[in-house]
């Protein structure tokens, strides 16, 4: 399994379980990315343990090829003094040593395949984050949003609201009743006879004197 398909499976699992309880998706962003960040941290031991065994393997190769040579030195050594059994002897343990270096040339050649993939990972995982971060701002503001949005629908919605207005209309007519029962204590009042006596001599003497300022300014104007 890479570990992108396990990566896949664990933060599936934990988003599933987020949405059965319910969570807002900015905690949902923030699961996956740290699971992500994990992940990359070890992608990256991984790559560090295989970085080490590549350079112990390359040691093992190199004291291998120095005992091949050294192998092949003793052998020509022992011609040289006429005992085949010991250049024999001495090819063998060179043949050893040539088969142990043949396997770590197939690990070093699967530790190489193993660093490359790791690599790919770390730079897709190093993109996959990059663009969740940049995900989780927007994310975060739709959430506000939305909830915002929701809230205030609930709010229009609910029954509170109509209730209040059903308040108002109460008091409007409590309201009508008692500005009603005010005008009803006037309904058939008419003017007295005194107050329409006093008028006309508020008017007559408003007469008199209207007219009394009349003959003033025409004798004013007569005088000039």
């Known amino acids: 399994m890479?570990?992108?398909?396990?990566?896949?499976?664990?933060?599936?699992?934990?988003?599933?379980?987020?949405?059965?309880?319910?969570?807002?998706p900015d905690k949902i962003i923030r699961m996956v990315i740290q699971e992500m960040e994990d992940t990359l941290v070890e992608v990256r031991s991984s790559a560090a343990r295989a970085i080490a065994d590549q350079k112990e393997v390359s040691r093992k190769s190199k004291r291998l090829a120095d005992l091949q040579s050294d192998w092949e030195k003793k052998a020509e050594l022992a011609i040289s003094k006429n005992r085949e059994d010991l250049a024999a002897a001495?090819?063998?343990?060179?043949?050893?040593?040539?088969d142990m270096a043949r396997h770590l040339e197939e690990e070093a050649g699967?530790?190489?395949?193993?660093?490359?993939?790791?690599?790919?990972d770390v730079i897709k995982l190093e993109a996959k984050l990059r663009e969740a971060r940049a995900k989780k701002a927007t994310l975060a503001a739709r959430h506000s949003t939305a909830t915002n949005q929701l809230r205030v629908k609930r709010n229009l919605h609910s029954t509170r609201i109509e209730e209040a207005f059903e308040r108002f209309e109460k008091v409007e007519a409590r309201l009508d009743r008692i500005e009603g029962e005010t005008e009803a204590f006037d309904l058939g009042k008419g003017r007295t006879l005194a107050e329409e006596i006093t008028d006309l001599e508020t008017e007559e003497a408003i007469q008199k004197e209207l007219k009394a300022l009349k003959s003033k300014m025409s004798k004013k104007k007569a005088a000039k």
């Open 2 to 24: 890479s570990i992108f398909s396990r990566l896949s499976d664990i933060v599936n699992s934990n988003i599933n379980a987020i949405l059965d309880t319910a969570e807002d």
């Open 90 to 98: 001495a090819l063998v343990e060179k043949a050893k040593c040539a």
């Open 110 to 120: 699967h530790l190489k395949e193993a660093l490359n993939r790791g690599e790919e």
